[in-house]
Structures are given as C-alpha cells and as structure tokens.
C-alpha cells in the first residue's frame, strides 16, 4: 500500500508545464525502479521538452505515458513501447508479484494504451510490445 500511495503521489505532483522547444530521445531503456523514473518525469515533465521515443522504452520507462502529456511525446518507426506487471524483491531475493501496484499503474496509462494492454491479455509477467503501426496510431510521429 505504502509503494501504491508514493506512486500515486508522485504522479499528482506532476501538474503544470513550462514552455521549451527542447527534445529528449529514448531508446535503449529498459526500465528499472518505479520511483527513479517518477523524479525524472517530474522534471521533464516541467520542463517543457518534446520526448521522442526512438527505440526501446521498456517497464518503468513506459510511466512516461502516464506522467507526461500526450502533446509532448513523439514516436519513430524505431519506438518500442514493453509493459508487464509490476513486482517487488521479496526477502528470499525473488521477485514477488505486486496486484495493487500493477492496477495502479494500469489506470495510470492513456485509454488507448490500456485498451491496447487488455487486448494483449493485460498486465502479467510476461512482456508485451507496443510499436509499429498501432502505435504510431496512438502518438504522432516525431518529424
């Protein structure tokens, strides 16, 4: 529960914009830990700039969906978006399963990514790959 609050949290603290004309590229992503990628967003987020997702952009990366508006993010043909559920290192040092987490993040997401996700199967350990055309019918090419 603790984990779901900051997360939410740190989502809400996402609010307002400033104006910038600057770019950021990802690729090569392949996620890590939820809450290093909330601080980075936030930033980024206030900064203004464009992100082009120009190659892999895979499990916590893919937060920036849910953090940074839809007008800001652009896609190549290389952009590939990878979602599963989340997880936690439980004590024996296996990763643990994590529902609530996973729901969270889940409604975080844009309708047309989380219509995309349910149509997958959903959320499960197993990672999915958004790109190519369906993607490039979710967000605008970066030009």
């Not at 950021?24 to 830990?33: A, K």
Request: proline letters at 3%.
């Amino acid at each position: 529960m603790k984990f779901v609050t900051s997360l939410v949290a740190a989502v809400l603290l996402l609010a307002g914009a400033g104006v910038s004309h600057a770019e950021v590229r990802i690729s090569g992503d392949h996620g890590g830990q939820i809450g290093r990628y909330l601080d980075r967003y936030q930033h980024l987020r206030a900064s203004g700039q464009t992100i082009i997702i120009d190659g892999l952009c895979a499990s916590a990366c893919t937060i920036i969906l849910a953090t940074i508006p839809h007008d800001k993010i652009c896609v190549t043909p290389n952009a590939n978006l990878g979602f599963h559920a989340t997880w936690d290192l439980g004590a024996n040092g296996r990763a643990t399963a994590n529902p609530e987490a996973t729901r969270t993040l889940y409604s975080m997401y844009p309708s047309q990514v989380r219509h995309w996700i349910a149509s997958q199967g959903g959320l499960t350990q197993r990672m999915i790959f958004l790109r190519g055309r369906q993607l490039e019918a979710m967000y605008h090419p970066c030009h």
